[in-house]
């Protein structure tokens, strides 16, 4: 017994019988899919790092503006 069926007018796609559920059988799409999903989790990872950058700069910038006027005041 068949456990897929075509979709009409899909080419890469069938219903699996069980489930119901539509299945993309085009595994280049998938491929490109899966490398774009790679770039964006590398963009993401990276505007972490850089957010992060920036986090920790700022925090040293008010540290040396305590520094300085702590100096400034004589203390």
């Known amino acids: 017994m ?9 080419t890469h796609l069938v219903r699996d019988l069980k489930s119901q559920a539509i299945i993309n059988t ?5 491929a490109r899919y899966m490398a774009r999903k790679a770039k964006q ?3 993401d990872d990276e505007m972490r790092d850089v957010i992060r950058d920036v986090n920790e700069l700022k925090n040293e910038m008010r540290e ?3 520094l300085l006027v702590e100096m400034k005041n004589g203390r």
């Not at 068949?2 to 899909?10: I, M, P, R, T």
């Not at 085009?26 to 998938?30: E, F, L, T």
Request: a positive charge; zero cysteines; proline letters at 0%.
């Open 41 to 43: 989790s590398k963009k």
């Open 2 to 10: 068949e456990d897929k069926l075509k979709v009409e007018g899909h």
């Open 64 to 66: 040396i503006k305590k």
């Open 26 to 30: 085009d595994s280049n799409a998938y």
